[in-house]
């Protein structure tokens, strides 16, 4: 007999808005479901938080999601992830938590020879989740970039203060690297701006994709996978309005 479906809602979380493209990736596989998207603006960056201060925060906005009946919880942000997950999945054993991580892995799969920039916040590369990932898959030719303060410029939104961000941070690897993985998810909203700086012919890595089919692999599993209209509910912790926007706008910017 089939499982009833009483929860409906995929929980999504991350320090800002960055977690819309691991939304976007998620909404390309599984349509019909529908979204509770939690931005913590107020408490953001995360970045550069204590491990102790980032789990406080995760706990708290699990049990906003719980309380909301959520089936699975996405954490969308890579920080939270490195530090928090395997605390999150030992405390909250009843509803699958899927973590985004650097895409260091798909670098060592498909492009292992190539001279490497990995780009993600202070509190990621620190954590012993980034490290063990990084040892086990180094190519050994690779650069690691702590990228201070980089997705509270994002989440600022302001053009020319990214583009100078960019060149004054990344400018130095100019000519000189191949492959970028992203490690924080607000970065790809800027990985245009980012291949201008570096040069053409950049090959970008995003484990949002591979989130979003692990995912869907959980869910057929645990006979959750929904059959809902889509729905996308945002909820921003400082309520600002124009982070609502940024969201909407960053979402109906793919074809979903
Ligand atoms: N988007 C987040 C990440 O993937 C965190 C950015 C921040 O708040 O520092 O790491």
Known sequence: MQKEIRKKDIGIFDSGIGGVTVLREIIKILPNESYIYFSDSKNNP?????????????????EILLKRDCKAIVIACNTASSIAANYLRKKYKDIPIIAIEPAYKMVYDYAYDKNTLVMATKGTIESERFNLLFHKYDNHKTKILECVGLADVIEEGNKDKIKKYLEENIGKYRGKIENVVLGCTHYPLVQEEIGQVLGKNIRFFNGANRLAVHLKDILTKENLIGDNERKIEFIDSSNKKEKEERFYKFLEEEDL
């Open 46 to 62: 995360y970045g550069d938080k204590t491990k102790g201060e980032i789990i406080k925060r995760c706990e708290e906005i699990f």
